[in-house]
């Protein structure tokens, strides 16, 4: 069985085809400034054979064509019939309190999944311009499955996902906490229950997603408790671009002072702050952490402020846990990043954690396993996301 894994983005559609007897990736590759000039088509093999083509692809329908034409080519490709794809299974960001878990997609989940534009305008727009792309070049009798960002954060209770604002708003406009990166944090708790040798319902773990976008969710026995992403992804601690949690004051005072619109505004904190906006150098980690090896304040700032951020979230969720197991790291950052990882750690030695120095420096590029010293009070893992596979996995399961 053959599952086509799609995670189409405003101008973007990546995609992967697996092999589900083995979970093997047979295809992978990404089709690139959608409805724009120059867009660009890339494709790699298990392999090894590789196409990279640069030409104008108007929409999703016309990238999920040349992805199709990609698999099927008698040189390059892996499959040789279309029917030799069992499912699509499409990654969906926001599913509000509607999705608690993945579903195959119908006229009626369509139309859930538009219901929750509002809620995320860009993400949820583009996951609807990929399943319609997909019915139109395989049909309606392919099926297909919608896997929801925020699905995994479903179980987290109301004192957790409700904000203290006039409770009509909850009533008029769905406003809450939903969390998103939830089938990273899925995949990886799993993966880590499976590591320790114990089952996840006997766990208490605290989950970093940490890259460009990052978010942490403490997860009790299977089920989230406490995400730090809210309403939409901008919640949270600081990423990239993005601010995480602000007093909303800023919001209006910067507003009155610049006379900015909301939209102005909502471009500062979304694109504009965060590592990019601290360090006037970059948005991308990597850059900053190389500014800051050089002497920059603003770079020694930016990588301070991060940590320390994402130190008070795990504090806060190990009260909110009553108790520990094991925290994992995940994402670009947290998978590749020993010097963020060596100062998180340094800040939970108190607590009893032991980083082991020569273990967290091997442990990068897509590697798997422990930081932490067999003495330490509890262990910290690095464990490489995969959500293309649990997606794939969600959609053979419900297929069969």
Do not use: W
Not at 43 to 58: L, P, T
Not at 135 to 140: P, R
């Amino acid at each position: 069985m053959n599952i086509l894994v799609i995670n189409a983005g405003s101008s973007s559609l990546k995609y992967q085809l697996i092999s589900m007897e083995d979970e093997k990736v047979l295809a992978k590759g990404n089709c690139e400034r959608i409805g724009l000039s120059d867009s660009v088509f890339s494709f790699q093999s298990y392999k090894g054979e590789k196409i990279q083509e640069q030409f104008d692809m108007k929409n999703h329908t016309e990238a999920f064509n040349r992805l199709t034409k990609a698999l099927l080519d008698p040189e390059h490709g892996v499959i040789s019939d279309v029917s030799e794809i069992s499912a699509v299974g499409h990654r969906a960001v926001q599913g509000g309190s509607r999705f608690s878990k993945s579903v195959i997609i119908d006229d009626d989940v369509i139309k859930g999944i538009e219901s929750f534009i509002p809620l995320a305008p860009l993400h949820n727009k583009a996951n609807l311009e990929g399943i319609k792309a997909c019915y139109e070049v395989f049909g309606k009798d392919l099926p297909e499955v919608a896997v929801f960002d925020t699905a995994f954060h479903s179980t987290m209770p109301p004192k957790a996902y409700m904000y203290p604002i006039p409770y009509e708003f909850y009533e008029k406009y769905g406003i809450r906490r939903y969390g998103f990166h939830g089938t990273s944090h899925r995949y990886v708790s799993g993966r880590a229950a499976e590591i320790i040798g114990k089952d996840i319902s006997e766990l208490k773990l605290i989950v970093c997603h940490l890259g460009n976008g990052s978010s942490i969710a403490a997860i009790d026995g299977g089920k989230v408790i406490d995400t730090s992403m809210g309403l939409t992804p901008l919640d949270g601690f600081m990423m990239g671009t993005r601010t995480g949690t602000l007093d909303p004051s800023v919001v209006t005072f910067l507003e009155e002072k610049e006379n900015l619109t909301p939209e102005e505004m909502n471009d500062i904190l979304n694109k504009k702050s965060g590592l990019l906006g601290i360090s006037g150098i970059s948005s991308d980690d990597r850059e900053v952490i190389s500014a800051l090896k050089e002497g920059n304040p603003r770079a020694k700032l930016a990588a301070d402020m991060l940590e320390y951020e994402i130190l008070k979230f795990i504090g806060s969720y190990i009260v909110a846990l009553k108790g520990l197991d094991a925290i994992v790291l995940t994402g670009g950052i947290g998978e590749n990043s020993f010097i963020h990882r060596r100062s998180i750690c340094k800040g939970l030695e108190f607590l009893g954690i032991e980083l082991d120095e020569e273990a967290n420096e091997k442990m990068v590029g897509g590697a798997e396993g422990k930081i932490t010293k067999d003495g330490s009070k509890f262990d910290i893992y690095i464990i490489p996301t995969n959500e293309e596979l649990l997606i794939a996995r969600d959609t053979k399961a419900l297929i069969e």
